[in-house]
Structures are given as structure tokens and as C-alpha cells.
């Protein structure tokens, strides 16, 4: 069973920067793109940050131009480097795999990132 583990959350003081790191545990075949998304106390997960496999990259409103999504297919890894840090940035951090439906998507467990004023 492939296994993506995050790393790279923490505290951090707004104006601050992270990145944070998504790990599979082998080679995943069949990826369409890879992402992440975010959940905050009480809000829905959104979409943070995407990459396909031709390397085009698509970011949501709130993190453009601070946000930077980048993979390692050598690998196996995904990071999402995180500059200008706000606290409305806080929440739990979730790297996904996107693959065909019949192949099924993976999601990792999730870091916390929290941003102070």
C-alpha cells in the first residue's frame, strides 16, 4: 500500500516561510497531477496548489505569487514552498495523488501549519 507522508509543518511567525514535503513510500503509477490542499478549523479543505505530470502548475487566489508547488520524480517526492506566510495561511496542510478513476487517488495524513500574528 502506497504510503505519502508530509513533513515541514510547524510554527512560524507571519512574514515567515515553510516547505513542506510530501514523500511516497514507492513509485505511484498512473498520476494524472499532484496537489495540496488545506483545511482550517471548522472550513472545508480547499485547494491549495497543483502540478501535472507536463509540470503546469495552477494556484489558488489567496496563495499566488507566494506559493510555489515543485516535484521530484527521481524522488518521489512533492514540496510546496510557502514565502509571506499569513495567518489566515494556518491550517492542516495535505498532499494528494491524483490518478485515473479506476486506479483509485492517494492522500497523506497531513501537516499542521500555523502562522502567528
Known amino acids: 500500500q502506497v504510503q505519502l507522508v508530509e513533513s515541514g509543518g510547524g510554527l512560524v511567525q507571519a512574514g515567515g516561510s515553510l516547505r513542506l514535503s510530501c514523500a511516497a513510500s514507492?513509485?505511484?503509477?498512473?498520476?494524472?497531477?499532484m496537489g495540496w490542499y488545506r483545511q482550517a478549523p471548522g472550513k472545508q479543505r480547499e485547494l491549495v496548489a497543483t502540478?501535472?505530470?507536463?509540470?503546469?502548475?495552477n494556484y489558488a487566489d489567496s496563495v499566488k505569487g507566494r506559493f510555489t508547488i515543485s516535484r521530484d520524480n527521481a524522488k518521489n517526492t512533492l514540496y510546496l514552498q510557502m514565502n509571506s506566510l499569513k495567518p489566515e495561511d494556518t491550517a492542516v496542510y495535505y498532499c494528494?495523488?491524483?490518478?485515473?478513476?479506476?486506479?483509485?487517488?492517494?492522500w497523506g495524513q497531513g501537516t499542521q501549519v500555523t502562522v502567528s500574528s
Open positions: 502540478i501535472t505530470n507536463l509540470g503546469s502548475t
Open positions: 514507492e513509485k505511484i503509477f498512473g498520476i494524472n497531477s
Open positions: 494528494k495523488v491524483d490518478r485515473s478513476p479506476w486506479l483509485g487517488d492517494y
